[in-house]
């Protein structure tokens, strides 16, 4: 099984910055992507940004320019960096990861339990 633990949430104020770690852990053959999520109340779960196996990403138009998705694959960890922040940006942010736990199991997505971005003055 593929454990998936986020970190890095918190309070901030419009304009500033937070950083959000996604780790995985457990049984892992290979990972395939790793990818931030937002929710907001009442609204449905939406792709923030992407980073796939081989290195590309993809951004939210909303986040363009203002957040950087970053992996380091010996920790398999995927990191946020958000900069510029807007109260619109609050929402509990959940990481996925996309891995097979072993050799012969199918890609599956593995989801952390969220962490809550409030960004308010």
């Known amino acids: 099984q593929v454990h998936v633990v986020e970190s890095g949430g918190g309070l901030v104020q419009p304009g500033g910055s937070l950083r959000l770690s996604c780790a995985a852990s457990g049984s892992i053959f290979s990972i395939y992507a790793m990818g931030w999520y937002l929710q907001a109340p009442g609204k449905q779960r939406e792709l923030v940004a992407l980073?796939?196996?081989?290195?590309?990403?993809d951004y939210a138009d909303s986040v363009q320019g203002r957040f950087t998705i970053s992996r380091d694959i010996a920790k398999n960890t995927v990191y946020l960096q958000m900069n510029s922040l807007k109260p619109e940006d609050t929402a509990v942010y959940y990481c996925k990861v996309r891995a097979k736990p072993w050799a012969t199991s199918r890609e599956n997505d593995y989801w952390g339990q969220g962490t809550q971005v409030t960004v308010s003055s």
């Open positions: 980073k796939t196996g081989d290195g590309s990403t």
